[in-house]
């Protein structure tokens, strides 16, 4: 039996086989259409996602009206920037979905108790955001230092699931360049036919 979230968390443990249903029916898959936000900007978490496939963006609310995008999380992928789960306190990170986007969601409470009956899934989890995190800080930092054309070149490499997905504005908030540059170096990149 192939269960999406059980193979993901496998990916780090191994699950025994009378467990693995027990585990797959405390989450919940959801489908969001695009441009859904999942988890506002304000509030705490109260759930923990794992994506299965689509792709969500990151976005930090610098201020009441200026927001920009920190990352992105494809498929196959938990939601691993440590300060999304903050349950207290002012929460400048929003999630929303990029593309129609599969999600597999718990409670915190719920994954909680889940965790303290079978102590590896909080291990599991721990690995997995760990390693989302990890991603996300190589991968932006990949961008240090490069000009525009090298950083959109780079993300075309990297994250060609993102360069064909996610608007415009957003991967300029993303790499730190103007959309106006995005659009130059799309156009220059451009074969010319006569």
């Known amino acids: 039996m192939n269960i999406p979230i059980v193979s993901f968390l496998e990916k780090f443990v191994t699950i025994p086989d009378d467990e693995k249903s027990i585990i797959s029916s405390a989450f919940s898959v959801k489908i969001f259409k695009p441009r859904t936000t999942i988890h506002p900007a304000g509030k705490g978490l109260e759930h923990l996602y794992l994506v299965e496939k689509g792709l969500l963006k990151l976005v930090v609310e610098r201020t009441q009206s200026e927001t920009s995008v920190f990352s992105f999380v494809e498929g196959c992928q938990v939601v691993g920037i440590s300060s999304?789960?903050?349950?207290?306190?002012?929460?400048?990170?929003?999630?929303?979905?990029?593309?129609?986007?599969?999600?597999?969601?718990?409670?915190?409470?719920?994954?909680?108790?889940?965790?303290?009956?079978?102590?590896?899934?909080?291990?599991?989890?721990?690995?997995?955001?760990?390693?989302?995190?990890?991603?996300?800080?190589?991968?932006?930092?990949?961008?240090?230092?490069?000009?525009?054309?090298?950083?959109?070149?780079?993300?075309?490499?990297?994250?060609?699931?993102?360069?064909?997905?996610?608007?415009?504005?957003?991967?300029?908030?993303?790499?730190?360049?103007?959309?106006?540059?995005?659009?130059?170096?799309?156009?220059?990149?451009?074969?010319?036919?006569?």
Not at 90 to 119: A, H, R
Not at 121 to 130: D, I, P, V
Request: charged residues 20%; hydrophobic residues 40%; positive net charge.
């Open 84 to 194: 999304l789960y903050s349950t207290s306190g002012y929460n400048p990170l929003s999630l929303m979905t990029v593309t129609e986007t599969t999600v597999w969601s718990i409670k915190l409470c719920q994954f909680e108790e889940l965790s303290n009956k079978y102590k590896y899934l909080g291990h599991a989890m721990l690995a997995a955001t760990r390693l989302s995190i990890a991603e996300a800080i190589s991968i932006k930092s990949a961008y240090l230092g490069l000009t525009a054309y090298q950083k959109y070149s780079k993300l075309m490499k990297m994250q060609p699931y993102v360069v064909l997905n996610a608007p415009l504005k957003d991967i300029a908030s993303y790499l730190e360049i103007t959309p106006q540059s995005i659009s130059r170096i799309r156009r220059n990149a451009r074969p010319v036919t006569r």
